[in-house]
């Protein structure tokens, strides 16, 4: 063991990062594992989603966030189970070498929170969520095949269902994909196109609960609402999903024939906070104390997505978004600083200050709530523009993403249209019914 | 079948691209088939493999590329065989609908070629070689996972193999893969490790031949060696790789052990030049005609590096690079657009016009042989920058490339450093020896 405490931070988002910078002057060494090499702004994925940036414009190297931070090491590696009473960390690192498990002096786990299909684990890959880079590729990908798909499909029914996007949860993340989707389909590629008209393109958000953006303020998610129509998405509310198999979604009595089905629903926190061994919410979150220690284990930390906070001010809980992370993440660090240079020091409770919150609809318009003033509209969108520029933690990304939204807004074009992967048509189980197409078909343009 | 005549071209690479551009004023149906939905600007791909762009950066979808020109079908589908006599093309769309077959008035087969690994196909996943946007993102992988395995590594031995890349093959694509890793070594992230010097990794170009840049002036393939050894990369000429395995590779009676192994060696002619059933070079390749058409079946033509062609006023073979593609798809289109004009035209034979060749040596130095000019240094890397933007397909590509090199040449900066796909260490099988590696090594970051 070294002489300095260790402290180990699990998870390279918005809160870990935030906690080892907190941590840049204490005595200890800092060690912050990921399973990925890489930050990822999330707020900004949906826009790689939909082809408008590439991954690399709103991700950094971990280590290389961290590069002048001399007392912290960045490991790759999965982590695979906490022993919080003997305040060790189980991990993979790879190689072969099976797993390893490492002590520690602090523990800040912000290990994030990933997709939840609540009783349907079946539905997952017939409708892919959105948190990692891969996830947006893949999104991407699917996306762009269904308007191949579209183009070459003979029978009308079939082109109707490739043209069809569903989107299902009307939070941010849903409203933010819907509105891309059809803009690509209505402004960036009808040129593209010969035997479909990509305008028609129907995209449907469903809402389980009684209207889009629940966390926001009701006028402003009306006019997300009338926003979204405007432009042509079909926004239901108060609509349960009850399947979804390779022909298209169940919604109540209606089933809706769409190929590309997305889900932006539910979350849950990594299964990491299940080895902890206390209670947790009924979305896997870890129920923290007020300084967002595990209860019991005071030297073990939970941030960010995976915890389950309430600022103590308010005793409401703070919401699973980047500033959540970010201040938690923050205030840990400091709590643990403050603590390695005075043992005796009593510990603060975590307040959450709301920044407030924005969505983008489309191009070029946005609604936000920051701090109790409500924007709509361009000038929404501005702000948000800005806001979401000066987060990245990357200063290049800063710079890029800014030139190609610039780019973007002036010539409608989302030029990272590529299909990377399995280049096939085939996202989906071939369907048993596949008959080979006939050359005669009218609208077949190999024919 | 439609009232005009069919062109069917394979492939949007360069050289098919610029036969259905020059078809654009012709009186046909053409449809251009690939397996992707984009366009990649080759050339530069060692970029993305070294983390300098994001694919996005220089590939384009094709149907956008060739969204104006009306008469112009782009499909993606897999092209399964010819049928030179009856002018039918097998295809395979997916969808789970397997193969279907369509006929044809003229063919253009441009559909490039593939690595070779000579007899040794079991090379292929050891030693990963750079033709397609997933080579490159998967090069890109082995080359950041080799230094975080080197910085995890608490065996010497192991540390210094992560940290030693070998590069087989000392043509344009060795080079510049070569220069480029040697530079992400020793100026992009010698900040972001703690355990490891990465200025010391060893970077090895190994050549079967008698020198580096065969195909350019020995006068520039000297000042070339001259400039990789003085970046520090070893530059082995008159060296044959006999084996590779996954602990490295032996060259006759020498044994460099690597985790990263480069094929930059050996390319051959797609296989479906072998379904045209006529007499294919040593490599794969078909042999034409002097108007590019195949012996004996003057409506299917071969164009590009699927093609051996001779140059009809020296008798020289075309070489396997863009200009070939691009000067033998515009020869080719313009051919079948005449013929099509007027049936019984003479056909003319193709020329090559060598507009020269370069190859960049690291950050801001090239060598390179225009027309019988004959630059090197920074001087002959600006020519090189230039005369690659102005070729980018895509204009908005042009000018974030433009952007992109100039901001990483002030900065050394090589922001697209994303491991995606598979995060794991194992880029390899696992080794049989493979420990639990101890806590107590002294070079583990985590113990």
Not at 146 to 165: H, I, K, M, P, V
Not at 168 to 176: A, K, R
Not at 332 to 343: D, H, M, S
Request: aromatic share 6%; glycine share 10%; hydrophobic share 45%.
């Amino acid at each position: 063991m070294p002489d300095r405490p260790r402290v180990i931070i699990v998870g390279g988002g918005f809160a870990g990062l935030e906690a080892a910078r907190a941590l840049a002057r204490a005595d200890a060494d800092v060690t912050l594992v990921d399973r990925r090499n890489h930050h990822v702004f999330q707020p900004l994925l949906y826009q790689i989603a939909t082809a408008a940036i590439s991954p690399a414009d709103i991700a950094a190297p971990i280590r290389h966030v961290l590069r002048t931070q001399r007392n912290c090491h960045v490991v790759l590696g999965t982590v695979t189970g906490v022993d919080a009473a003997a305040k060790r960390l189980r991990f993979d690192a790879g190689m072969g070498r099976g797993e390893a498990s490492v002590g520690f002096d602090y523990l800040v786990l912000a290990a994030g929170a990933t997709h939840s299909y609540f009783d349907h684990p079946e539905w997952e890959s017939l409708a892919p969520g959105l948190k990692t880079l891969e996830d947006a590729t893949e999104i991407r990908r699917r996306i762009l095949l269904a308007f191949e798909s579209a183009e070459y499909e003979g029978d009308a029914q079939r082109q109707r269902a490739a043209l069809t996007f569903v989107i299902v949860g009307g939070g941010p993340t849903g409203v933010e994909l819907a509105g891309a989707i059809k803009e690509i389909a209505a402004a960036t590629i009808p040129a593209d196109f010969r035997n479909i008209d990509t305008t028609s393109a129907r995209v449907v958000l469903i809402e389980a609960g009684p209207r889009v953006l629940a966390a926001m303020p009701e006028e402003l998610a009306r006019r997300a609402h009338a926003d979204l129509t405007a432009m042509g998405v079909e926004v239901r509310v108060g609509s349960r999903v009850t399947d979804i198999n390779s022909d298209g979604v169940r919604v109540g009595d209606d089933f809706i024939a769409a190929r590309t089905v997305l889900w932006a629903a539910g979350v849950r926190g990594n299964p990491l906070g299940a080895s902890l061994g206390v209670p947790l919410d009924r979305r896997g979150r870890v129920i923290v104390e007020p300084d967002c220690s595990v209860p019991g284990h005071p030297h073990v930390f939970v941030v960010g997505d995976l915890a389950l906070a309430r600022s103590a001010d308010t005793d409401q809980p703070v919401p699973g978004v980047a500033q959540g992370g970010l201040q938690m993440g923050r205030f840990v660090g400091r709590l643990i600083a403050r603590e390695l240079a005075a043992p005796d020091s009593p510990r603060p409770k975590f307040i959450y200050r709301d920044l407030g919150s924005m969505a983008t609809i489309g191009r070029a318009r946005a609604v936000a709530d920051i701090r109790g003033w409500h924007l709509t509209g361009f000038f929404a969108w501005l702000v948000w523009g800005g806001l979401h520029i000066m987060f990245i933690v990357n200063y290049r990304s800063r710079i890029i993403v800014a030139l190609q939204w610039f780019w973007n807004w002036l010539l409608f074009s989302r030029d990272a249209r590529l299909i990377t992967g399995p280049a096939s048509l085939d996202i989906r189980q071939p369907r048993p019914e596949a008959d080979i197409r006939p050359e005669t078909s009218s609208r077949t343009p190999l024919s």
